[in-house]
């Protein structure tokens, strides 16, 4: 069993900040690439972000020069730090990872989400 469990989510004002933390946690071999999406009501799930096991980065254009993708692979766990938060960046953020698990095929794996609110 692969489990992703997020924290760091909650309400804060346009212009501030919050870090999303996700860890995984189970029986893996590996993790290749670790993310976060983000659900807003009434959209569909978009990227917000993915870092791979080498470092590699990728932002969505809605994000770049706001957020910072991180991740402590002896930890097994990603982070994103939000910054200059909008009220557009009120979603759902779900933590994505892909992982070589030891009794199956690789597979992506997602969190339960946690809530983030931008609002004065």
């Known amino acids: 069993q692969v489990q992703l469990v997020e924290s760091g989510g909650g309400l804060v004002q346009p212009g501030g900040s919050l870090r999303l933390s996700c860890a995984a946690s189970g029986s893996f071999f590996s993790i290749y690439i670790m993310g976060w999406y983000r659900q807003a009501p009434g959209k569909q799930r978009e990227l917000v972000a993915t870092?791979?096991?080498?470092?590699?980065?990728n932002y969505a254009d809605s994000v770049k020069g706001r957020c910072t993708i991180s991740r402590d692979n002896a930890k097994n766990t990603v982070y994103l730090q939000m910054n200059s938060l909008e009220p557009e960046d009120t979603a759902v953020y779900y933590c994505?990872?892909?992982?070589?698990?030891?009794?199956?095929?690789?597979?992506?794996?997602w969190g339960q989400g946690t809530q983030v609110t931008v609002s004065s």
């Open positions: 994505n990872a892909g992982i070589y698990p030891r009794n199956s095929k690789y597979d992506h794996y």
């Open positions: 870092i791979t096991s080498g470092g590699i980065t």
